[in-house]
């Protein structure tokens, strides 16, 4: 019985979807800054207008996306931070899912490019803020505070 409890839980965890809220706010602001313009990305889709302009705006998430995980990477790097490896992997994955989406979109409907976008940023990522990226929020506060100029 246990196990199937813990299943469920996971299994919850993996659907759930949320919008962006100020409970993912890391207080570093040009992460946060990334992060709501990706949320605000996803939102202009609705699955509606035509593909050209549909395939427009996926490539643009896709692209800023990838800045903001490159970006990300590069101040992890310079606080030379423990768990950046694993952290990168957890990148790799999604720049894996957005390329699969990227090819998938030309056979897909509108609907399906729209949810499957919404899997991506309100679903992996949302969780990925407040499960992974949180992490490295108290060391890099302690890094730049440790190389702040005084006064
Ligand atoms: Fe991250
Ligand atoms: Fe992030």
Do not use: C
């Not at 759930?16 to 939102?43: C, M, N, Y």
């Not at 990477?73 to 310079?78: D, I, P, S, T, Y």
Request: aromatic share 8%.
């Amino acid at each position: 019985m246990r196990v199937v409890t813990i299943f469920h839980t996971g299994a919850e965890l993996e659907t759930e979807k949320a919008e962006w809220s100020p409970s993912v706010e890391t207080g570093l602001p040009e992460i946060d800054r990334q992060h709501r313009q990706l949320f605000e990305l996803a939102a202009s889709f609705r699955g509606e207008g035509d593909q050209i302009r549909v395939m427009k705006t996926l490539a643009q998430l896709a692209d800023y996306a990838n800045t903001h995980l490159r970006d990300e990477e590069a101040m992890l790097r310079e606080i030379g931070y423990a768990g950046l490896a694993e952290h990168q992997r957890q990148h790799a994955q999604f720049r894996a899912m957005l390329r699969q989406l990227l090819d998938d979109a030309r056979k897909l409907s509108l609907d399906d490019i729209a949810s499957r976008i919404k899997d991506l940023i309100n679903g992996w990522f949302y969780r990925h803020i407040l499960t992974v990226d949180i992490e490295y929020v108290a060391q890099v506060k302690a890094y730049r505070e440790s190389t702040a100029p005084r006064h």
